[in-house]
């Protein structure tokens, strides 16, 4: 079995382990901050020790590619959240105006 075997590289920037939608970021995540295999494997019960170390495996020998694959995903994702805040969808829209308004009860209450 060769490594990429382990994993469905979707896109370019969208790599999963296979048969999950477990990309191999969230496993990196956990790494990267220092988790074992054993500590990662309990935050991600749906996978296997063999899956988390050929997921390690995979980003250790090919670190400046992943590296790079991590630092686009975030990025993307910083886009999507700035994006979120300049135009939020009415449900959320709707709970801030609930928030304010639950904060404006409980200040006049006082």
């Known amino acids: 079995m ?3 075997d382990y994993f469905d590289f979707l896109s370019p920037d969208d790599i999963r382990l296979k ?3 477990i990309g191999i970021d969230n496993v990196l995540e956990y790494y990267l901050e220092g988790y074992t295999p054993e500590e ?12 988390i170390h050929a997921t390690i495996t995979y980003y250790l020998h090919n670190r400046t590619q992943i590296d790079a694959y991590l630092s686009r995903l975030a990025k993307w ?3 999507r959240y700035q994006a979120s805040l300049a135009n939020p969808s009415p449900l959320a829209q709707r709970l801030r105006i609930l928030k304010a308004q639950r904060i404006n009860q409980q200040v006049n209450a006082l």
């Open 77 to 79: 994702r910083e886009q």
């Open 40 to 51: 990662i494997i309990t935050n991600l019960p749906s996978l296997n020790l063999e899956q």
């Open 19 to 21: 048969g999950h939608r």
């Open 2 to 4: 060769q490594l990429e």
